[in-house]
């Protein structure tokens, strides 16, 4: 395990890509990137992947420790992939492993989208 210190995952600073959905409608761009993120987290192995990297001690996981979701190791690489590519996950190659990060946005940005109802 990394001796790295655990990233903030509620950074009060981070401007969120798009106004809480109960502001104003989105615009056509918001919409694009805010569904990217959702339809990410819309397969349950992808939602299981997040949740192990974001409840993973010290805010980071190695894939060898988050890999076993049922599904073989090229899917969970492919999975994986899907998320870095949403912008959910950050990663950052050790010898032969791979860290997995939450990127420190990441749920600031879920949570202010979903606006009051979140906090409810």
């Given amino acids: 395990m ?6 903030p995952l509620l950074d009060p600073d ?7 959905l109960t502001e104003r409608p989105l615009t056509a761009e918001e919409a694009v990137r805010t569904a990217a993120m959702f339809k990410a987290l819309g397969d349950p192995v992808r939602l299981r992947l997040f949740s192990a990297v974001a409840s993973h ?4 996981a190695c894939v060898c420790d988050i890999s076993d979701v049922g599904v073989s190791q090229p899917t969970v690489s ?13 990663s950052e190659r050790r010898g032969t492993w791979v860290y997995y990060r939450v990127e420190p946005s990441v749920l600031a940005a879920m949570g202010h989208i979903l606006g009051r109802y979140a906090a409810a």
């Fill in 2 to 7: 990394s001796n790295a210190s655990p990233l």
């Fill in 14 to 20: 981070v401007v969120p890509c798009c106004p809480p």
């Fill in 57 to 60: 001690e010290g805010g980071e």
């Fill in 78 to 90: 492919h999975h994986l992939k899907k998320l870095k590519e949403a912008g959910l996950l950050t």
